[in-house]
């Protein structure tokens, strides 16, 4: 009895060593939030207004909107969205879409949900918004701003025409922050971010970002993180550079950014980026204890 009471400590022991040197490679980097998009250029996602097709996949999970702006015609609504996947998660959970079309995007985005990270109670990740003509025929929206689905209450402006020029000048004047809410350390709280919209008439389309960005550091390297295009917050498929002496609104090269599970070197140590942690809100990175020779990737300099 005695022998086998040994015997199971011993695979105790052996067992916690083991799970502490595994735990030893994975390093998890708190993350600061900044507004703005640092050293990383902005990219926009198109804004479409909601479908009212009846086949719609997507029909229940329409924000229902309390009020709207006066004074416009032809209006049209619809939302931002700051997370798909926590928005879609909760989706699920409350019936809104089917298994069936969960399944589906879960396949189609190569998405396997991290339930430990996402929030089972609604989280506020959608931004309404309307547009319509004015008494003058001039295209004119409104941002809920606030988030509580009245966009009376929203100031109308004419959006800007598309452009990729001096895009952070013009987000820090034509930005609007607008407020939502996110899954941060099994909580979920209210932030705000500034939204920037403008209008391309060639597609007569609206295109947005989410113009924030966020820095850690490591051994003395300071780090800077994107959500990848600015186009969402989920921070799914992040981008991750090393903050250099830029000069003002100075971007870094596409070469020079990393992405989720691609590797970088600190100090003459090589770590892959396993992505961001929302929930704990870190930048978790392994260290890999094998040759840069030995390593496989599609990154330059490596196997």
């Known amino acids: 009895m005695k022998s086998k009471t040994k015997t199971i400590a011993l695979i105790a022991l052996l067992s916690a060593i083991l799970f502490g040197c595994s735990q ?31 086949n719609n996949p997507w029909k229940n999970t329409y924000l229902k909107l309390s009020k709207l702006p006066e004074g416009l015609t032809d209006m049209k609504y619809g939302h931002i969205e700051t997370n798909i996947y926590q928005s879609v998660y909760q ?11 969960y399944e589906g995007l879960q396949k189609s985005w190569n998405w396997v949900p991290d339930t430990l990270n996402l ?13 319509g003509k004015d008494s003058e025929g001039i295209l004119k929206i409104a941002v809920d701003s606030n988030n509580n689905l009245d966009l009376s209450d929203d100031k109308l402006f004419i959006p ?29 709280v209210t932030v705000s971010v ?50 250099t002496d830029l000069k003002d ?8 950014t990393f992405r989720k599970n691609e590797y970088i070197e600190i100090r003459d140590k090589i770590y892959k980026i396993l992505g ?9 990175l392994e260290r890999i204890n094998i040759p840069k020779t030995q390593i496989y990737s599609t990154q330059v300099g490596y196997k």
């Open 194 to 243: 500034p939204l920037f919209m403008m209008y391309d008439s060639q597609i007569n389309m609206f295109v947005s970002n989410l113009s924030q960005y966020a820095t850690t550091q490591y051994k003395g390297e300071q780090i800077a993180v994107s959500s990848g295009s600015f186009t969402d917050l989920s921070y799914n498929n992040p981008r991750v550079t090393f903050v």
């Open 160 to 188: 800007l025409e598309m452009t990729f020029d001096n895009i952070d000048s013009l987000a820090r004047i034509y930005a609007v922050n607008v407020s939502f809410e996110t899954f941060v350390h099994n909580e979920i």
């Open 249 to 256: 609104e100075e971007k870094v090269k596409e070469k020079d």
């Open 119 to 131: 929030s089972k109670n609604p989280v506020k990740t959608k931004i309404a918004f309307v547009y």
């Open 91 to 101: 989706d699920y959970l409350l019936g809104n879409i089917t298994k069936e079309w």
């Open 24 to 54: 030893e490679k994975i390093v998890e980097l708190p993350l600061t939030a900044h507004n703005g998009y640092g050293a990383f250029r902005a990219g926009f996602g198109g804004v479409s207004p909601n479908s009212e097709s009846a």
């Open 276 to 284: 961001v942690n929302t929930n704990k809100n870190t930048l978790v």
